[in-house]
């Protein structure tokens, strides 16, 4: 059963600053890719079945999401999908062992349109740098938001950071390559909303 949850939680919040991750145990040669806030893993859920041989982690601030996507994916009889509760910009460096990610996806990050609330977007300079180390070569960032502010920050923050955009300096992917869809991307696309969707590697 569906709980009802709130939309925002403030990452800044004291009560989760403290760094409390432990490293998580993987698979020694499963490819591993990694959803950043990834709610009720919408996306999630579609990539999956499609790829058993993949482990898929969703990581969540909010408590309540984490139960209930992991009780979906024990229900559906995937093995290769969970949530884990974290804070992104805190514990990701310790949850993941440098070089590890496959791929790293930020979907319809929270907006936080209020000036003095800007601090609280997650794509941030050190936030580059910890997944720059996480992904291994040829990794991927995949990012997307249909927020334009939004993304021409996150944007800037990787366009100055080490990683390589795919489509050129400066430059939007027009599609998402991937079989999945968060809930976000589907009522965009119903009312014809713009996304702007970017892909950065890091460089083999």
Known sequence: MKRRVRHHRNPLHSSFLERRAERLALPERAPVEVELGCADARFLFER????????????????????????????????????????????????????????????????????????????????????????????????????????????????????RNRLGAWSFARQNPYDARSLREVRCEELDVRIWRMRYDRPA
């Open 48 to 163: 999956a079945p499609r790829h058993p041989e993949t482990l898929f982690i969703g990581l969540e601030i909010r408590e309540p999401l984490v139960e209930q996507v992991n009780e979906q994916a024990r229900a559906l009889g995937l093995p290769n999908l969970r949530a884990c509760f974290a804070h992104v910009n805190v514990d990701l460096d310790a949850l993941f062992a440098d070089g590890r990610l496959a791929r790293v996806y930020v979907n319809f990050p929270d907006p936080w349109f209020k000036r003095r609330h800007r601090k609280r977007r997650v794509m941030n300079e050190e936030l580059a740098d910890v997944l720059f180390r996480k992904l291994a070569p040829g990794g991927e960032l995949f990012f997307q938001s249909d927020i334009w502010d939004l993304a021409l920050d996150a944007m800037s923050v990787l366009e100055a950071s080490a990683f």
